[in-house]
């Protein structure tokens, strides 16, 4: 059964750190484009971050971008999400997904097609 991880949520002042990660069990995800979207209580999912499949481009929403910095091992089959000078506004549930045409372009949550179970992040003020 092909499953993603994330891991790496947890509760953080603001103006920290912390790294999530988005492994993959039952499937390599070296040709598949993948996403971060996080969803807050009462809001919709939206994009956070995307990546090619070789890692050549990437993508971010302009909430995150110079904070957040999504990155790839196809050797470890996972993705990461670092995210830097938290604000409570990330505050959030957080999911990776993969996009089947590779290219990791998408900011559409209907695009993508397989979604992790999510990690919290929580960002104290």
């Known amino acids: 059964q092909v499953q993603l991880v994330e891991s790496g949520g947890g509760l953080v002042q603001a103006g920290g750190s912390l790294r999530l990660s988005c492994a993959a069990s039952g499937r390599t995800l070296s040709s598949y484009g993948m996403g971060w979207f996080r969803q807050a209580p009462g809001k919709e999912r939206e994009f956070v971050a995307a990546?090619?499949?070789?890692?050549?481009?990437?993508y971010y929403a302009d909430s995150v971008k110079g904070r957040f910095t999504i990155s790839r091992d196809n050797a470890k089959n996972t993705v990461y999400l670092q995210m830097n000078s938290l604000k409570p506004e990330d505050t959030a549930v957080y999911y990776c997904?993969?996009?089947?045409?590779?290219?990791?372009?998408?900011?559409?949550?209907?695009?993508?097609?397989?979604w992790g179970q999510g990690t919290q992040v929580t960002v104290s003020s």
């Open positions: 997904a993969t996009d089947p045409t590779g290219w990791g372009s998408s900011r559409t949550p209907a695009r993508y097609t397989l």
């Open positions: 990546i090619s499949w070789n890692g050549g481009s990437t």
